[in-house]
């Protein structure tokens, strides 16, 4: 655990990475599927002994549609997630208001399960009644946290913006190739750097394993450009 001291303060304060879990699992998801999304693409088609035009522009098609899909995809899920979480709220706001007693008393045993004595638990319960109970019930009772709260608009742009600048740097190599043969190599050599580099700085700012991180990232691109590449070379005289 990392500390850092900041003047005006009188000790340590720690620094956790929980509040980035949001907008960290939309940015690496969605640089993750414009790596291997947009590689794989380019990866069938070249398979196929598409020209290059043909491979350039099956991969910006890629990249435009996929940066775009993300963006609605992660907006309309996460959108159903802070519906979920309205209609909870709304709901224990009645429930502080008509049962006020049934309420303080629930949040009492929530804290005894959790090791207080009764008396204690109670005194807790009731001091924050006093100072935020809707607070306290949507974080010990329902699980919410500020930090996890659904944010789509965020989501969505975090997300479409990972994909498309992610997705880039294949689509930049395979123009950059020098001939047909090197092209799917290059493509396949950038793409696993590329995602060698992201599961690091996944694991990184999460705080998990850095060879765990790099290498479930790397697994799973490298499915889906070889299975991509084995489709394009398999049907690439059927159509």
Known sequence: MHRERRHGTAGPRERHRYARVGWLRAAVLGADDGIVSTSSIMIGVAAANGSRSAIAIAGLAGLVAGAMSMAVGEYVSVSSQRDTERADIDREIREQLAHPELELEELTQIYVRRGLDQDFAREVAKRLHRTDSLGAHLRDELGMAEQTRARPVQA??????????????????????????????????????????????????GGAPTIRGTVRVLVGGGLAMGITALIGNLFQNVF
Not at 172 to 194: D, K, T, Y
Request: hydrophobic share 70%.
């Open 156 to 205: 969505g742009l975090v997300s479409a913006t990972s994909f498309a600048a992610a997705g880039l740097f294949p689509l930049l190599a395979m123009l950059a190739a020098s001939s047909q043969a090197s092209r799917i190599g290059v493509v396949v050599g950038v793409a696993l750097a590329m995602l060698a580099l992201l599961g690091a700085i996944g694991a990184r700012l």
